[in-house]
């Protein structure tokens, strides 16, 4: 099993920055690929960022590109998403995911993640 933690969010204004980490442990052994979702008040969960820790481009929503990056150090088993130019629809819980494959295509889909952490609050007033 790998257990995921996530950290790092917060209340910022509209335009302003957050950084989240992720911390995995347990059997990150097989790991491939670590993500980042999202999902805001009524709204289904949606696919933020991915990356695969052996490198690659990593992957972005439309929404995010440019402004949010997502990075990984695996000696720390750790999972990043620097996140600028904040806007209010940014505004979700943020989750953290992890997988031991990696769809390029389909990242952005729940079902393609099988580890997934509690999440962190993330407001972004205008």
């Known amino acids: 099993q790998v257990q995921l933690v996530e950290s790092g969010g917060g209340s910022v204004q509209a335009g302003g920055s957050l950084r989240l980490s992720c911390a995995a442990s347990?059997?990150?052994?097989?790991?491939?690929?670590m993500g980042w979702f999202r999902q805001a008040p009524g709204k289904e969960r949606e696919g933020v960022a991915a990356?695969?820790?052996?490198?690659?481009?990593?992957r972005y929503a439309d929404s995010v590109k440019g402004r949010f990056t997502i990075s990984h150090d695996n000696a720390r088993n750790m999972l990043f998403l620097q996140m600028t130019s904040l806007k209010p629809e940014d505004t979700a819980m943020y989750f953290c995911?992890?997988?031991?494959?990696?769809?390029?295509?389909?990242?952005?889909?729940?079902?393609?993640?099988?580890?997934w952490g509690q999440g962190t609050q993330v407001t972004v007033s205008s």
């Open positions: 990356i695969q820790t052996g490198g690659g481009v990593p």
């Open positions: 347990g059997d990150t052994y097989s790991t491939r690929s």
């Open positions: 995911a992890t997988d031991n494959g990696w769809d390029g295509y389909y990242w952005y889909v729940e079902r393609h993640w099988t580890h």
